[in-house]
């Protein structure tokens, strides 16, 4: 195998590149994790997530990837044979709802094409039908990793508000916390699944929801059978006072470093940044798109995520030799794409600790890939890129 020399461009959307400066934070010793050295870290951490997550509300933390954050929020919301309506957005919506299945969920899902965002007025309209009231949790991921298409929480809920329905609002924010605007309690969100490796730039291991008390209070009288996740256990007044087994300190290191970071910055120039890099991708991608090349999966531009650009290659030509090509030859990692889009979509990740000369040297490996491997395109992606960054952005 050629030896890589040199950065590697990590254009994943999610994992993300970790900044020296949390890498640093976490190259520490462990200590006593009962102690009130800790305890001062712990309560600064959850305070700094309830600012990013704009909750007042319950934060929880588990050592575990997103898929336990999923998890936790359905074994404490439900009871065997609830139904749950499931937003379809692409590849994670669908998956979140097979959990539910597995648990013994009723799943109805709420069909979308996935290149545009799921209708609140479709959503509206089947709450309305629902008189009996039998939907008990409506599920969205805010940010679908999969297709880059980002969905208007804050419309959804005025959709269920409109229907006047009681169901429980799960909103997954794994791929948008931290990189484009969330707000928890003013969208009225009772659920919020995060995750420790995308816009917090921390490792893989740490995954969080927020609760609100009318999931506090469903979590009281559900039925599915839970002990690592029992908020019951964990949850005192309205925050953590107990974790299951022993804690990872370290990312709580690496926490505290990245929250600094986040507030350094200012979350709103934080979210601008991430605008700004996403729209250079999406002007390179415009260009690509001339001879019939690869075009934005995400058609709305409304709905085109900051955080992550699904491409979808021309009828023909295989995605994955484009990232194939990216990686061995120009050591820059993308995302392929999930589930149907296996094969159909590369995805450029532009969340996280990045900057305008990662994005373009991204884009000039893509751009060369792309001639590389015979895809037809339109040349001058970079430039495209370039000229926005200087005179628009
Ligand atoms: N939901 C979304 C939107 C995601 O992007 C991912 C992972 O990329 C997950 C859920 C699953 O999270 P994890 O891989 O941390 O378990």
Do not use: C, E, R
């Given at each position: 195998m050629a030896v890589s020399r040199g950065?590697?461009?990590?254009?994943?959307?999610?994992p993300t590149n970790i900044p020296d400066r949390v890498l640093r934070a976490m190259d520490r010793g462990t200590i006593d994790f009962t102690g009130a050295q800790f305890k001062a870290i712990a309560e600064e951490c959850f305070a700094g997530l309830k600012r990013i997550f704009k909750t007042r509300q319950t934060i929880l933390g588990y050592a575990a990837s997103g898929h336990g954050a999923w998890e936790a929020a359905l074994v404490n919301l439900f009871s065997p044979g609830d139904k749950v309506l499931v937003v379809e957005t692409g590849y994670f919506s669908l998956n979140w709802g097979m959990r539910c299945e597995a648990f013994g969920l009723e799943v109805e899902t709420l069909g979308n094409d996935w290149r545009n965002a799921a209708d609140p007025a479709a959503l509206e309209t089947r709450l309305r039908d629902d008189r009996e009231h039998a939907i008990k949790g409506v599920l969205v991921v805010h940010n679908e990793t999969s297709t880059g298409v980002v969905h208007d929480v804050a419309a959804l809920r005025r959709a269920i508000d409109a229907a006047a329905h009681p169901a429980l609002f799960l909103v997954d924010v794994i791929s948008s916390l931290a990189s484009m605007d969330f707000r928890m309690d003013e969208w009225g969100v009772d659920v919020v699944v995060a995750g420790?490796?995308?816009?917090?730039?921390?490792?893989t291991g740490m995954a969080f929801t927020g609760v609100s008390a009318k999931a506090l209070a469903a979590a009281a009288d559900a039925k599915l059978p839970r002990v690592y996740w029992d908020w019951r256990r964990l949850v005192e007044g309205s925050s953590?006072?107990?974790?299951?087994?022993?804690?990872?300190v370290h990312f709580f290191y690496g926490l505290q470093e990245a929250l600094h970071m986040l507030e350094e910055e200012g979350l709103d120039n934080v979210f601008a940044r991430h605008h700004r890099l996403a729209e250079a991708t999406r002007r390179a991608v415009r260009v690509w798109r001339q001879n019939d090349g690869p075009e934005t999966f995400a058609v709305d531009p409304r709905a085109q995520s900051d955080s992550v650009t699904a491409v979808l290659t021309p009828e023909?030509?295989?995605?994955n030799k484009v990232r194939e090509v990216c990686l061995s030859k120009f050591n820059v990692s993308l995302g392929g794409g999930l589930g149907p889009l296996q094969g159909r979509v590369f995805r450029i990740g532009h969340l996280g600790d990045l900057n305008e000369p990662m994005i373009l040297g991204s884009l000039a490996a893509v751009e060369m890939a792309l001639e590389l491997t015979g895809v037809p395109h339109g040349k001058g992606g970079v430039a495209a890129a370039m000229d926005y960054l200087v005179h628009e952005a």
């Open positions: 950065i590697h461009f990590f254009q994943n959307p999610g420790s490796q995308k816009g917090l730039m921390l490792p953590q006072a107990v974790w299951n087994g022993t804690i990872p023909g030509y295989d995605a």
